[in-house]
């Protein structure tokens, strides 16, 4: 059994780009959730998709979008990158559930 | 408005001693905790749960404790090991809620000494 895994590691961009980070969920659940890590901070919820649709949305901008397809992987777009945007974005799987396994996280950089 | 609260930033102790370490809540309608234990470069590992229905549960060396009218919740690890040393964050969800979104605390960072 596959654990939770997200690519790329690490990315570079500068502001104003716009990036994409893709899940792949555990075998076995359906749900994908999102998080953001500002440095010292805890991981802040962005949104959730269940069944590819989105199922709940944190308190962030629109430029924050996301998909979910029907293997139930995942992307995570940012448009418009900024500076603070700068963190470490997790993704979590779950099985419809409170208990979530998350991914090792992809460090993004905004120069 | 921070809904999940770990007051103290890091904790130090020996090795073979209990480490204990503590979260608050604000959010009346959190009713599901869990505890995550993370090591640099990796993403947050489960450790343990507990329902708001139970004021303990327990799972080898690890212990949470709820109590409900105080809004607290603790981690008890007994006995404390190196291999412990990591950030721990308390999280938190509504249960009966549609998305079950998790609200995390800032993490204590855990060092255990030989």
């Keep these: ?111 | 408005d921070q809904q999940v609260k770990q007051n103290s930033p890091s904790l130090s102790v020996q090795e073979g001693r209990i480490s204990i370490l503590n979260c608050d809540y604000t959010n009346s309608m959190f009713d599901y905790f869990l505890w995550y234990k993370k090591y640099p470069a990796e993403g947050p590992t489960f450790l343990i749960s507990i329902s708001s229905i139970k004021d303990k549960n327990e799972d080898g060396r690890f212990t949470v404790f709820l109590n409900k009218s105080a809004k607290h919740l603790s981690l008890h690890i007994v006995p404390s090991q190196p291999g412990d040393s990591a950030v721990y964050f308390c999280a938190a969800s509504e249960v009966g809620g549609s998305n079950y979104k998790l609200t995390f605390g800032k993490g204590t960072l855990l060092t255990v000494n030989p």
């Design chain 1, 1 to 111: 059994e596959t654990g939770v895994t997200q690519s790329p590691t690490h990315l570079i961009k500068t502001r104003g780009q716009q990036v994409t980070l893709r899940c792949s969920s555990q075998s076995g659940h359906n749900t994908v959730s999102w998080y953001q890590q500002a440095l010292g901070q805890g991981p802040q919820f962005i949104f959730q998709y269940y069944r590819e649709e989105e199922n709940g949305r944190g308190n962030f901008p629109p430029r924050f979008s996301g998909l979910q397809f029907p293997n139930y992987s995942s992307e995570l777009n940012v448009n418009a990158l900024e500076l603070d945007d700068s963190a470490l974005y997790l993704c979590a799987s779950s099985s419809r559930g409170s208990i979530q396994y998350f991914g090792a996280g992809t460090r993004l950089s905004v120069l």
